[in-house]
């Protein structure tokens, strides 16, 4: 069966600090891998998604970028944080753009 | 006019109690329709899809309506552990499997 593991669960980080939230997949190959930020009373907004290796894009214009060095690892980063970077991170894996599985979060908080 | 709408809720009930939720969209080009529900503090879980014609899980009955773009989601004989966010999610469409995610509606199950 399907794993997703995203770590760390939580995170505290001063303004300006960087980012790296680290998301995997275990018992699929090629999976759709997304990232999403939900922050307190709001929807899920989405962030970034990737059909591939290598194949990044981009839903909305902030100062976080995404990367897929493997087929089954996406990573959510960030040179300089902003207190607006503060939510709940969640990745998410699809089969060739089916129905989404959510990892457990990372709750990001930036002081 | 927003893409996924719901009633914010908090939707108070009593156990035993029917409840149902429900959730319009404004793309009439969306190919496919779920509930998710999300607990405090964690990831959204699939709950069920969608279809056309109706489809029915236990005491969980789902509907939807193409035509007046209306998706309903029906809980019978509430639990206590039915206490939670339920997001209505969309199906755009395209290669990457665009879910558009309304903010959910709460639901608390009391004794």
């Known amino acids: 069966s399907q794993t997703i593991h995203q770590w760390p669960a939580t995170l505290v980080q001063p303004v300006g600090s960087p980012l790296s939230l680290e998301c995997t997949v275990e018992g699929t190959s090629n999976p759709n891998l997304y990232w999403y930020r939900q922050a307190a009373g709001r929807g899920l907004q989405l962030l970034f998604y990737?059909?591939?290796?290598?194949?990044i894009s981009s839903e909305v214009p902030q100062n976080l970028s995404a990367s897929r060095p493997q087929d089954r690892q996406f990573i959510l980063s960030s040179k300089k944080l902003l207190l607006s970077d503060s939510g709940f991170y969640l990745c998410?894996?699809?089969?060739?753009?089916?129905?989404?599985?959510f990892g457990p979060g990372t709750r990001l908080l930036v002081l | 006019r927003k893409e996924v709408e719901q009633d914010p809720g908090p939707f108070n009930v009593p156990e035993g109690a029917t409840v149902a939720f429900n959730c319009t969209y404004s793309?009439?080009?969306?190919?496919?329709f779920f509930w998710y529900r999300q607990d405090c503090r964690k990831e959204p879980k699939l709950l069920m899809s969608?279809?056309?014609s109706g489809n029915e899980d236990g005491r969980f009955t789902a509907q939807l309506n193409r035509a007046s773009q209306y998706i309903s989601l029906l809980i019978r004989d509430s639990k206590l552990s039915d206490s939670a966010t339920y997001l209505c999610?969309?199906?755009?469409?395209?290669?990457?499997?665009?879910?558009?995610f309304g903010k959910g509606t709460k639901l608390s199950v009391k004794p």
């Open positions: 793309n009439s080009a969306s190919q496919s």
């Open positions: 969608v279809y056309s």
């Open positions: 990737s059909v591939g290796i290598g194949q």
């Open positions: 999610v969309v199906n755009i469409g395209g290669s990457q499997g665009n879910l558009i």
């Open positions: 998410a894996w699809s089969a060739q753009a089916e129905t989404q599985y």
